[in-house]
């Protein structure tokens, strides 16, 4: 398929328009190196919509005839890479200190979770497993996971639960997979326990409409990189709305809340977590309980 | 550094295998069937060993059985290596004492979680 030359003045208005595009629906910032695959990422939506080229593509959009168009190409460029417990140590980390942590500071039987820009769904799946693999200390407990993307396309992927043998190999203990997933075709699909518990919403990061109230922990991995730096902080604010002093964030091992607004300090008990403001000054390694 | 002992009949999986793993800092040894395997871990038990389902001579699930009785010295961790994606095989992998499962075709990031998982990187 004939593809305008990257580098070219044409294409080079046609990725600006594309970028444009991403911004304005999703916050995201078109990276170089995300740039460098744009031909790539949308052979597959120049084919279903029968366009020749990105420059016809761009030409396309600029008309604003076929809203699906907008949709696809959006979900072509979003970045969905995922795996199950991806940063291992993090999964460790939640289950051994800071879930036993919640829960013993709790002071109602609630765990709410919440796993923004959860892409595909690993991250959520993963969470449900440990729970799940551990559900005699949760016994009695009400657990709320809500699992947030702005991609209709990765989140029509988690909610059927339906992964390749490639992506359940990545991550996942061979144990957790017998128990926990079914052969579905030439794929596996999580059973109807994990589902279940998951409440899989599209949703953007800024006038966000699917979570409520406060969640116990906040992970945001691995989603801050693609935004702005000022779009970063109103990330947080948002994620800030959403907790309370005993929160815990978790962000990707690359990101920092430093130099993104004042809204979470690094935790002072957990390694690469991130406190609410209150807590994190207030604390110095005491427990804060708080009420129900 | 660890070592990872590849077992399989295929040249080119071999090969493969050992490219990845030695990327990923371990040492590698190779044997050809179940019974070049157990005799190689009786002699020197690696840390873990990357195991093929179908060889000739003797096979994943034989040298698995062979191993359980074999005097080794220390344990290795198995990791099954196989064509054989079906639960049914999986499942009676993992009774007959296997620590994780690989399906083939295999990448770098599969291989490099599944150690992760059984502890060796």
């Known amino acids: ?292 | 550094m660890k070592n990872c002992l590849v077992v399989d009949d295929s040249k080119v999986i071999r090969k493969v295998a050992r490219h990845i793993l030695e990327s990923l800092d371990l040492t590698v040894s190779e044997a050809v069937d179940g019974q070049d395997a157990l005799t190689q871990c009786e002699a020197s038990p690696p840390d873990v060993v990357l195991l093929d389902w179908n060889m000739p001579v003797m096979s994943g699930m034989e040298f698995l059985q062979a191993l359980s009785s074999a005097k080794v010295a220390a344990r290795p961790k198995i990791i099954f290596c196989t064509t054989e994606n079906g639960i049914s095989h999986i499942k009676a992998a993992v009774e007959a004492g296997a620590d994780e499962y690989v399906m083939k075709p295999f990448d770098r990031e599969t291989l490099e979680s599944k150690l992760a998982i059984v502890g060796v990187i």
């Open chain 1, 1 to 292: 398929m004939p593809l305008s030359p990257a580098g070219t003045a044409v294409f080079q208005g046609a990725a600006r328009i594309l970028s444009g595009l991403l911004e304005a629906r999703t916050g995201q910032i078109l990276s170089e190196g995300r740039a460098w695959r744009m031909e790539t990422a949308l052979r597959p939506v120049l084919r279903v919509h029968g366009l020749q080229t990105i420059d016809d593509l761009a030409a396309q959009l600029l008309r604003k005839q076929d809203p699906r168009l907008d949709e696809d190409v959006v979900n072509a460029l979003l970045n969905n890479e995922s795996s199950f417990f991806r940063d291992l140590q993090i999964f460790d980390m939640i289950h051994r200190q800071i879930l036993p942590r919640i829960q013993e500071e709790r002071g109602e039987r609630t765990l709410r979770i919440w796993s923004a820009g959860c892409s595909t769904g690993q991250e959520a799946y993963s969470l449900a497993i440990r729970l799940c693999n551990d559900a005699e200390r949760w016994q009695g407990w009400r657990i709320e996971i809500l699992a947030t993307d702005i991609s209709t396309a990765a989140i029509e992927q988690a909610r059927s639960g339906i992964f390749s043998q490639m992506d359940v190999q990545r991550g996942l203990a061979v144990g957790d997979l017998i128990k926990w997933f079914e052969p579905h075709g030439e794929d596996w699909r999580a059973n109807s326990v994990l589902r279940r518990m998951i409440d899989f919403r599209r949703d953007n990061l800024f006038d966000a409409r699917a979570p409520s109230g406060e969640y116990d922990l906040l992970l945001c991995r691995n989603v801050l990189l693609y935004f702005t730096p000022a779009r970063r902080g109103d990330v947080l604010q948002l994620l800030a709305r959403h907790s309370h002093a005993g929160s815990v964030l978790l962000l990707g091992a690359g990101e920092t809340v430093i130099g993104q607004g004042d809204d979470f300090l690094p935790h002072p008990d957990f390694r690469g977590g991130y406190a609410p403001k209150a807590l994190a000054s207030d604390r110095a390694g005491r427990p804060v309980r708080r009420a129900g």
